[in-house]
Nanobody
Framework: VQLQASGGGLVQAGGSLRLSCVAS????????MGWYRQAPGTQRELVAL???????NYAESVKGRFTISSDNAKNSVYLQMNSLKFEDTAVYYC??????????????WGRGTLVTVSS
């Protein structure tokens, strides 16, 4: 299974972008889907997460500005990013975690899409 992320680009501060991530085929037993980001010289950090039951969590730095959504039928996850700031500049990676009934889990990662916010 491959995850294809898209939607990154160059945007001015205050602008918006919508990231999309689509799996190449169905992923069974998805526990959660999420977006991470990594800026140069920093560690990868969680941006937003959406669970199979629809509950979501956000990093404090993006609360109120970003919205995560998913379409389980399409094995897709999206990230609507509004009021973008310079510090949102990073490579954004989508992630899917699935676990079967035995608890055996697997992480799937997209290759990343670059978001550049100009100040």
């Amino acid at each position: 299974v491959q995850l294809q992320a898209s939607g990154g680009g160059l945007v001015q501060a205050g602008g918006s972008l919508r990231l999309s991530c689509v799996a190449s085929r169905r992923i069974p037993s998805i526990n959660f889907m999420g977006w991470y980001r990594q800026a140069p010289g920093t560690q990868r950090e969680l941006v937003a997460l959406i669970r199979a039951d629809g509950r979501s969590n956000y990093a404090e730095s993006v609360k109120g500005r970003f919205t995560i959504s998913s379409d389980n039928a399409k094995n897709s996850v999206y990230l609507q990013m509004n009021s973008l700031k310079f510090e949102d500049t990073a490579v954004y990676y989508c992630n899917v975690y699935s676990a079967d009934a035995t608890g055996s889990g697997r992480d799937y990662w997209g290759r990343g899409t670059l978001v550049t916010v100009s100040s």
